[in-house]
């Protein structure tokens, strides 16, 4: 596609469920990263994936959150046992190699845990 | 203290005047800085990207980096009501997307 796809653009969860977020990065871009943006704040780092090397996991804030990524396409980053304080926006985005830090993102996924 | 600070806003201004941004920051490594734009609802956008030290400019934008003050600043000359966004500035030590530290991002708001 022409840009980062991501879906649902919004999620509303109860307290205590699992969620799975899914990204389609751009077609070529090898490098793939999971950001969270909490209302009125910066990105936070998450997760990094590029290629077949072992994902860089530093950002996850928890063993609640997990990342999986299907070679050099789709990823789904799952929360279990959602809390109220998970609710931000997940935003996805690729780049075409991993020694840059220019970014293009997805328009995000919109969590809110009940 | 935050690594990257950045005045939230929100930032009014009239069509047509000048816009200034800007970041400061506290790690001396950083060498590599961004501003992003993000409209509502949207991710962010790549707006400029600069390496070091000194000012770059493209069509109305004019970024520019101070690493002895460990300051940058973003100018959107002759605004538009659609510059009206969310602006963040980001860096980062190396050249890798998840090393990037984000400022908060300051709201714009360009009024006709």
């Known amino acids: 596609g022409a840009g980062v796809s991501q879906s649902p653009s919004n999620k509303v969860t109860e307290k205590g469920k699992d969620v799975e977020l899914r990204c389609d990065p751009i077609s070529g871009h090898t490098a793939l990263y999971w950001y969270r943006q909490r209302l009125g704040q910066g990105l936070e780092f998450l997760i990094y994936?590029?290629?077949?090397?072992?994902?860089?996991k530093s950002g996850l804030p928890s063993d609640r959150f997990s990342a999986e990524r299907t070679g050099e396409s789709v990823s789904t980053l799952t929360i279990q046992r959602t809390q109220q304080e998970d609710s931000a926006v997940y935003l996805c985005?690729?780049?075409?190699?991993?020694?840059?830090?220019?970014?293009?993102f997805g328009s995000g996924t919109q969590l809110s845990v009940l | 203290q935050k690594e990257v600070e950045q005045d939230p806003g929100p930032l009014s201004v009239p069509e047509g005047a000048i816009v200034s941004l800007n970041c400061t920051y506290s790690?001396?490594?950083?060498?590599?800085f961004m501003w992003y734009r993000q409209y509502s609802r949207k991710g962010p956008e790549l707006l400029m990207y600069?390496?070091?030290?000194g000012n770059k400019e493209d069509g109305r934008f004019t970024a520019q980096v101070d690493k002895s003050s460990k300051y940058i600043s973003l100018f959107i000359r002759d605004s538009q009501p659609s510059d009206s966004a969310t602006y963040l500035c980001?860096?980062?030590?190396?050249?890798?997307?998840?090393?990037?530290?984000f400022g908060g991002g300051t709201r714009v708001l360009v009024k006709p």
């Open positions: 994936f590029q290629g077949n090397s072992a994902p860089d």
């Open positions: 980001a860096m980062s030590a190396v050249a890798a997307g998840n090393k990037l530290t």
């Open positions: 790690n001396s490594a950083f060498q590599y």
């Open positions: 985005a690729s780049s075409l190699n991993p020694g840059t830090e220019k970014l293009f």
């Open positions: 600069t390496y070091s030290s």
